[in-house]
């Protein structure tokens, strides 16, 4: 899933809880697959960071 | 007077001296119509630039090749980089080549572009469906001069933007000679591994600007597997490469500003969407146990057929009920509480930093009602920083 499915997945998420009408095992449900999703665009985050490289055209070839 | 005489040799060699020591004559580039060339057996040119206020007799060693690949006759118009030089044998100056390239005027090169663009039209390639950025690119690579203050705006930038971000930068030729051919290379080579592609320059004259008009480039942008944006010149300037790559960027700036989110922003809308999930929550919880609470005491106060409200409070069928009530709301909130441990790590706000409190009895059992607590019974209380041990009054 793409950070972006991913926020979009969690605002359906966030929607629902927020109508309520969803049952116990329902909501837990919901709840758990939304800290899930808030665990993973983190870590999204933090694989976007790290060096910055500068490559040599003659290396490349 | 001018002294006693020297020998001519001694005074040519002087010349020469005094010419190539200068710099600036030392290492040119120059610009003419090519008005004589001779193609020496040797391997060595000789030619002749000329335009309407001089004109020069050149020297190519080894530049044959040079003149027969690039397809250059008399009448092109030519750019020679080198230096001066005076035979002394016979006191002529020459330009001692180093390279030689033929220059398109800027009517051929817009004629050529308006044609390249008018093709691409006609055979759909304009509307080609685009590849759109991922929204966090993991792998970007910028494809532009380097040294340039293209790439320290957009390194600033980004820095500003998001500090930590990873990307790899392909210095490359922008413009003069080699450049579309280096460009292609680092395209093909990004193009195998980058997420995203920037490739782009900062802003400079029609001609500077011209690799980003050539059929090659832009043809190595649509091939290109990942998305590319272009990022060229100046607000003002159009390229044919910003009207066929999937993004296009007014400025290399710009494409920073369209691909590289601000971190800040990212981690804020998380932490909110976090808060409404846990603010959610709390509230359908309250609410259920409400529900749950009430229902057990309204059951408690209802006139039940044969059974007295005393006695059904009394009752088995009551602590049964009451009891089961409460291994199932247990069940769910335990569960519910490993839930919020996992959300602990993602989510800063959390529920007992709002002022929510939980409270266990002396078996660190949860107590989430009244019902079966006695005045003088122990409670813990736990707050955001510790545990309090409070005791039932009334």
């Given amino acids: 899933m793409t950070y972006a499915e991913a926020m979009k997945r969690l605002e359906e998420i966030v929607a629902a809880l927020e109508a309520g009408g969803t049952d116990l095992d329902e909501t837990l449900k919901l709840f758990e697959e939304g800290s899930n999703l808030l665990k993973e665009c983190q870590k999204e985050l933090t694989e976007a960071e790290g060096k910055i490289e500068t490559l040599r055209l003659e290396d490349i070839e | ?394």
């Fill in chain 2, 1 to 394: 007077m001018a002294g006693e005489p020297i020998e001519v040799g001694q005074y040519v060699s002087l010349a020469r001296k005094a010419l190539v020591n200068e710099p600036y004559l030392a290492n040119a580039a120059i610009i003419g119509e090519l008005t004589k060339l001779t193609l020496a057996r040797s391997g060595h040119s000789y030619f002749t630039l000329t335009d309407e206020k001089g004109s020069i007799d050149c020297v190519l060693f080894g530049g044959n090749s040079m003149f027969e690949s690039q397809n250059i006759q008399v009448g092109s118009k030519l750019v020679a980089l080198g230096g001066i030089d005076v035979y002394v044998k016979t006191g002529r100056m020459q330009f001692k080549a180093s390279r030689v390239q033929p220059v398109q005027n800027i009517g051929e090169l817009e004629k050529a572009r308006r044609e390249l663009i008018e093709k691409w039209r006609k055979d759909g390639t304009l509307d080609r469906p685009r590849l759109s950025a991922p929204h966090i690119p993991k792998n970007l690579y910028i494809i532009t001069g380097g040294g340039s203050a293209a790439l320290a705006d957009m390194q600033r930038l980004i820095a500003d933007r998001w500090p930590d971000f990873s990307y790899t930068i392909i210095p490359v030729l922008v413009q003069g000679m080699g450049a579309p051919e280096q460009l292609i290379q680092a395209l093909k080579y990004a193009g195998n591994r980058a997420d995203l592609i920037i490739i782009g320059r900062g802003g400079g004259s029609p001609e500077d600007l011209w690799s980003f008009n050539l059929e090659s480039v832009c043809q190595a942008i649509i091939d290109c597997p990942v998305p590319v944006v272009s990022a060229v010149g100046h607000e003002s300037d159009l390229l044919v490469s910003d009207l066929i790559a999937d993004v296009r960027a007014s400025t290399p700036s710009n494409a920073v500003e369209r691909v590289v989110p601000i971190k800040s922003e990212l981690l804020a809308l998380i932490a909110q969407v976090g808060d409404r999930v846990d603010f959610a929550i709390d509230n359908l919880f309250t609410k259920k146990n409400e529900k749950i609470s009430s229902m057990i005491i309204r059951l408690s106060a209802a006139p039940m057929k044969g059974i007295s409200n005393a006695k059904l409070r009394n009752s088995r069928l009551s602590s049964r009920l009451n009891s089961a009530v409460e291994r199932n709301m247990l069940t769910k909130k335990n569960r519910l509480l490993t839930i919020d441990s996992i959300l602990k790590s993602t989510n800063p706000e959390r529920v007992l930093d709002r002022g929510y409190s939980m409270t266990m009895d002396t078996d660190g059992k949860p107590v989430t009602s009244i019902a079966g607590l006695k005045e003088g019974d122990l409670l813990s209380v736990v707050l955001r920083d510790g545990k309090v041990t409070t005791e039932v009054k009334k």
